[in-house]
């Protein structure tokens, strides 16, 4: 009796600490982090807002602005894919880049629904106390729009998913698009990993 | 002796069937291993770039080291003002390789940049292929750069 239970526990007791993975920290998107087939991951974030930061750094587009640094509005991203993640992940992390390095500096308080509210009526009350003609308002050079689509496809139990991300610059003065940038990212598989 | 000689023979032909063998499942093994997905590859440039800069490898992952293979490395300055490096990477290996890499650009005091650029990227290159992999310096003030590579355990 106590031979057969050696026997069947022994496998069981040899699994266990392979079946279990402890909680550990890993770089934030990191090629040892979770892939998933059918979500946008933070690696495909990371590797789209990087991207994008360095299109807009190859073609010096920023560099042609009338003011220094470039002023730039935050336009709508739509995420239309099926994977639920705030478009905020990349665009946070591409303003951070082009404002902290003096590339470009975001108007937060332009037009009917400014990202800062606050700011924007202290700004207003502000110029009706100096008088009409002191003080502008923000005078923003470009806005940023964009949208973020998927194609997905199977065969048999494998899947593949296309996820892509596009950014548009508008010039505010001439209304015409003076940068655009694609970024994909194709996952294949059939279940999620660990790991690239 | 005859029967010796037979037998000297009969181990000859046994040896030289043996190793016609080896060698054609060995051809066999090669072909049907370059086979799957490999790439044959045709370029016009013989020599390095003029933009071809000298590169330095730590290597710590010998096998990484023999397939994937830097074979050049190229600086310009793109239209924007910052630094753009590009590296060809070969892959010398039998099978589809599929690698992550980031780049950490410094500055001329060697420090390193940090920035939403430096990210761990993924991209695939196919038996006897090459693939170019690149990345834009963060701002004007880089002028060199890091380059990580892992290769991916599957």
């Known amino acids: 009796m106590r031979i057969r239970s050696v026997i069947v526990l022994l496998p069981i007791a040899l699994l266990a600490p392979v079946a279990c993975e402890r909680a550990r920290y890993v770089d934030t998107g990191s090629p040892e982090g979770?892939?998933?087939?059918?979500?946008v991951d933070m690696?495909?974030?990371?590797?789209?807002?990087s991207g994008m930061l360095e299109s807009l750094a190859e073609t010096g587009v920023l560099k042609t602005a009338k003011n220094k640094p470039a002023q730039l509005v935050m336009g709508e991203i739509v995420n239309d894919t099926s994977s639920r993640f705030d478009v905020g992940e990349m665009t946070y992390r591409m303003r951070?880049?082009?404002?902290?390095?003096?590339?470009?500096?975001?108007?937060?308080?332009?037009?009917?629904?400014?990202?800062?509210?606050?700011a924007q009526e202290v700004l207003r009350r502000e110029k009706f106390l100096k008088g009409e003609t002191s003080e502008p308002l923000p005078d923003p050079d470009f806005s940023l729009t964009g949208k973020i689509t998927q194609v997905k496809r199977?065969?048999?139990?494998?899947?593949?998913?296309?996820y892509t991300f596009r950014l548009t610059l508008t010039n505010l003065r001439s209304g015409l698009e003076v940068w655009t940038k694609t970024v994909d990212m194709t996952k294949l598989g059939n279940k999620n990993a660990v790991g690239f | 002796m005859i029967c010796t000689t037979n037998v000297t023979?009969?181990?000859s032909s046994a040896h030289r069937a043996l190793r016609a063998t080896t060698v054609a499942t060995f051809i066999t093994a090669a072909i049907a291993v370059a086979g799957c997905g490999s790439v044959n590859t045709t370029y016009t440039r013989t020599t390095p770039a003029d933009s071809a800069v000298a590169?330095?490898?730590?290597?710590?992952?010998?096998?990484q080291q023999i397939f994937l293979t830097a074979k050049e490395v190229r600086m310009n300055r793109t239209k924007g003002g910052p630094m753009e490096v590009q590296i060809d990477v070969e892959n010398n290996g039998f099978a589809y390789k599929t690698f992550s890499y980031r780049f950490d650009w410094v500055d001329t005091a060697g420090n390193v940049i940090p920035s939403q650029?430096?990210?761990w990227k993924v991209t695939n290159v196919p038996s006897g292929g090459s693939t170019v992999?690149?990345?834009?310096?963060?701002?004007?003030?880089?002028?060199?750069?890091?380059?990580q590579l892992r290769q991916s355990e599957s």
């Open chain 1, 34 to 39: 979770v892939i998933t087939v059918g979500n």
């Open chain 2, 9 to 11: 023979t009969t181990k």
């Open chain 1, 154 to 162: 199977s065969a048999g139990d494998t899947k593949q998913v296309t």
């Open chain 1, 96 to 118: 951070e880049q082009l404002v902290n390095s003096g590339q470009a500096a975001v108007v937060t308080t332009f037009g009917n629904t400014p990202e800062d509210k606050q």
């Open chain 1, 43 to 49: 690696q495909d974030i990371l590797k789209a807002s």
């Open chain 2, 133 to 147: 992999i690149r990345a834009i310096a963060p701002s004007d003030d880089a002028s060199d750069f890091r380059l």
């Open chain 2, 55 to 63: 590169a330095q490898t730590r290597v710590n992952d010998l096998f």
């Open chain 2, 117 to 119: 650029l430096s990210v």
